[in-house]
């Protein structure tokens, strides 16, 4: 009997064989994320109800030496969430009760397996506002969002997951369940350890509740369709907006190919042949101030040399704009057999320059890259689009020179979807040795056999073979 088979059967004792998986087939739904990344078929899938189960599971599988790698809804584009080599599973998906909202504080409580679109609708509903937005919302859990420390369009006004994130309560590997952080807006006693869960990829804990920061919910929203010639000129106004000192809470970039995308899916959002836009929203409680912010904003990207400038008031013409943009992924992987999405950063002011060195990759080294992003923060998913095998060699190529010129430009090679499995090998070429050295020491801290979510981040990093 392997490990794994002895783990699955005391989990099944344990927390009952409803929740434990182990027929092969069933198991394979679990092997992977929306990554390009490799994967092996996990023997076991755990389907954890509570934390206490959660707790179970890695005390269990610490005791027998079996790797685990935790998993929400499997969004990750970096095989955060790819099993690869094998492992229990553990899907905390069904942790998803809303457990409070203190609506005089401005908090909220959640399991870690709530949806994050779930948790912005029932906020709202009460007036609040979690702003944090991954384009999936509608499918992610909230723990994900942590375990990445997600963003999304509004986080050039609003900030990113780790800027909402109060405390959390995390199960470790030895099947402790410790609570960190706190409730309150402020607080400095002892180390930030949230702050250094937040973004660990799945390496250090797995979440099961988590305390979020909520705000007011902005009674006015106006948005700003830009339309430019090319994809640089649209990366300029980016920065000629912000350097005003307006705050837009999203200002979203889209390139030509991502222009016709949305015009496959819904004609009437931008007009015929537009070689790029730039989808821009303001908000807050005051009609006019907002206003006045809105038609600023209008009158830069004119100045800028947009194409056409139409505003947006009518909340169902917004939303219909945003119900293509928050699809654009999915509806280029329909495009090609194979898809990597990129998610480099650079300064607000470097972004027209990226997209310029962007067009020259994908011309010299022929391949397809559609890109769009948060520009008004300076993240931009390059994508990849290929067909054949015997393409890779180009693909590879022009992912590292696009990892070349971020890096020129004084960004860094990820903004929201994390190292994982695919951008470990690159990590080196932004941090020190002596800094990864320093990491990889507090790994063995929280994980000292390497069982939790092995082979993710550090390259070469000592790791579980396997069970």
């Known amino acids: ?32 994320d929306e990554s390009e990344a490799a994967f092996v078929v996990p023997p076991c899938v755990v389907r954890a109800e509570t934390a206490a189960e959660v707790a179970a599971t890695l005390r269990a599988c610490s005791e027998h030496g079996v790797p685990v790698v935790p998993r929400g809804a499997g969004t990750g584009r970096t095989g955060g969430a790819t099993v690869t080599v094998p492992s229990v599973v553990l899907d905390t998906s069904l942790l998803a009760a809303l457990k409070d909202i203190d609506r005089a504080n401005g908090v909220a409580v959640l399991g870690a397996g709530m949806r994050t679109g779930a948790l912005h609708d029932a906020v709202e509903r009460e007036g609040l506002f979690y702003p944090p937005d991954p384009q999936s919302a509608e499918w992610c859990c909230v723990g994900g969002n942590v375990a990445e420390n997600a963003g999304g369009p509004r986080a050039v006004k609003y900030g990113v997951t780790r800027d909402w994130v109060l405390g959390l309560e995390c199960a470790h590997m030895d099947g402790a369940l410790l609570q960190h952080g706190r409730r309150t807006t402020k607080g400095v006693t002892g180390y930030d ?36 010639a090319d994809a640089v000129a649209a990366g300029r106004a980016v920065a000629a907006v912000l350097a005003t000192g307006a705050r837009p809470r999203c200002i979203e970039l889209l390139d030509a190919i991502c222009c016709d995308v949305m015009r496959a899916d819904d004609p009437s959002v931008l007009p015929e042949g537009a070689g790029a836009a ?86 010299e080294e022929d391949v397809v890259m559609p890109t769009y992003g948060h520009a008004g923060d300076g993240n931009l998913h390059v994508n990849l689009l290929w067909n054949h095998d015997d393409e890779r060699p180009r693909v590879q190529r022009a992912i590292e020179r696009l990892f070349r010129a971020t890096l020129d430009l004084r960004g860094t090679l990820s903004g929201e979807h994390g190292i994982g499995v695919l951008k470990a090998p ?30 993710k981040i550090f390259l070469g990093a000592v790791s579980h073979r396997g069970c």
């Open 1 to 32: 009997m392997t490990p794994a088979q002895r783990v699955s059967l005391e989990l099944e004792r344990r927390i009952g064989p409803s929740r434990v998986i182990t027929d092969p087939d069933l198991c394979a739904a679990y092997a992977r």
């Open 193 to 228: 350890t949230v702050g250094m869960l937040v973004g660990s990829e799945g390496t250090l804990g797995v979440f099961t509740e988590v305390t979020v920061r909520l705000t007011a919910l902005p009674t006015v929203v106006r948005g700003v369709l830009a339309v430019f």
């Open 278 to 363: 730039l989808v821009i929203e303001v908000d807050g409680f005051d009609e006019a101030a907002v206003a006045r912010e809105s038609a600023r904003v209008g009158e830069c990207c004119v100045a800028a040399a947009a194409v056409s400038v139409h505003e947006a008031t009518d909340a169902a013409e917004r939303a219909a704009l945003w119900a293509v943009r928050r699809v654009m992924s999915r509806a280029l992987r329909r495009r090609s057999a194979h898809k990597l999405s990129e998610d480099v950063v650079v300064g607000r002011a470097q972004v027209a320059e990226l997209i310029a060195r962007v067009q020259v990759i994908s011309a």
């Open 426 to 455: 690159y990590l080196a070429w932004e941090q020190a040795p002596a800094l990864i050295d320093l990491q990889q020491r507090v790994k063995v801290a929280f994980d000292p056999q390497g069982l939790l979510n092995p082979g």
